[in-house]
T-cell receptor
């Protein structure tokens, strides 16, 4: 079945550091890929998505590129801020009309000033 | 953006009692809602898909008689944990899908259930 593997946390970085959170997936066909963010005390929010190979999703300075050859969707940001501290989830949605989201385990990110 | 609320945010109950968790879409109608369970340091696991006006579709391994789901209106779905036991203690999260062709799910803030 479908699965998502993302780097374990927690990750602690200094403000303005470069961020990479790795995510790889296993799925049949051509899934859609997502990054969700969960700020303290809030529900998961969609951060960005990509629906086909080589698509780049971007939002709030974060980027991720759908790499079919490496089955990856790594999250990157060039300069993180304290407000980026949150838990980040990589997820996929299979195709063929399947609405189910399969999530990774989440990566807790803490940015220190 | 679309807002989904959950009530209560946390609940503590005695073993053997039943607990109802509400999930509401506040500013949109949701024909489909999803219920997830999250264990500490683990991923969200889909429990069931709830469609308004019809029976929920449960994932393999989820007891439908244990976790009763009702989606009686386009803005409300409820999850009732019946005869709760300590192993049911977990973080329960709902999401709702905006209809009309989008694949985006909007998530509630979650409900922390502790069964003593």
């Amino acid at each position: 079945g479908d699965s998502v593997t993302q780097m374990e946390g927690p990750v602690t970085l200094s403000e303005e550091a470069f961020l990479t959170i790795n995510c790889t997936y296993t799925a049949t066909g051509y899934p859609s890929l997502f990054w969700y963010v969960q700020y303290p005390g809030e529900g998961l929010q969609l951060l960005l998505k990509a629906t086909k190979a080589d698509d780049k999703g971007s939002n709030k300075g974060f980027e991720a590129t759908y790499r079919k050859e490496t089955t990856s969707f790594h999250l990157e940001k060039g300069s993180v801020q304290v407000s980026d501290s949150a838990v980040y989830f990589c997820a996929l949605r299979g195709n063929f009309g399947n609405e189910k989201l399969t999530f990774g385990t989440g990566t807790r990110l803490t940015i220190i000033p | 953006g679309a807002v989904v609320s959950q009530h209560p945010s946390r609940v503590i109950c005695k073993s053997g009692t039943s607990v109802k968790i509400e999930c509401r879409s506040l500013d949109f109608q949701a024909t489909t809602m999803f219920w997830y369970r999250q264990f500490p340091k683990q991923s969200l696991m889909l429990m069931a898909t709830s469609n308004e006006g019809s029976k929920a579709t449960y994932e393999q391994g989820v007891e439908k008689d244990k976790f009763l789901i009702n989606h009686a209106s386009l803005t409300l779905s409820t999850l009732t944990v019946t005869s709760a036991h300590p192993e049911d203690s977990s973080f329960y999260i709902c999401s709702a899908r905006v209809p009309a062709g989008t694949d985006t799910q909007y998530f509630g803030p979650g409900t922390r259930l502790t069964v003593l």
